[in-house]
């Protein structure tokens, strides 16, 4: 996804890296990332969706959740914990977190793909 909106600050530009974030859960979240000087980053993530996004090695992730409007920090992530790491061959490796999330729901998908097929 590119940041057009909210770009990531000059200064620090070389030292961002690529993260990802997977909601895995049934409820529409917002993430933001606001310990970084001159930068606010906010995003809404449904369920199920993957936010693939540029951020710093101090960075933290806040998730919110909850209903209309009210949103509790539920939790907060490293963004060095969901980096996105790129390998010599071009194969991608992210960390242990971001790959149990992707895993979890890819499961989930093909849970619901079984429960469709089994109805029809």
């Not at 991608?92 to 998908?109: F, G, H, P, Y």
Request: charged content about 15%.
């Amino acid at each position: 996804m590119t940041q057009i909106l909210d770009p990531i600050p000059l200064s620090a530009n070389s030292d961002s890296f690529l993260c990802c974030y997977v909601n895995a859960t049934s409820q529409m979240q917002i993430v933001r990332i606001t310990n970084i000087p001159h930068w606010y980053f906010e995003r809404v993530v449904f369920p199920g969706q993957r936010l693939v996004f540029k951020a710093f090695p101090e960075a933290l992730l806040e998730i919110h959740c909850g209903m209309m409007a009210t949103a509790i920090l539920s939790d907060t992530i490293p963004c060095e914990d969901i980096r996105v790491y790129k390998t010599i061959f071009g194969e991608v490796n992210m960390s242990q977190e971001a790959a149990t999330a992707i895993a979890a729901q890819k499961l989930d998908e093909n849970t619901q793909k079984q429960q469709l097929v089994c109805v029809n």
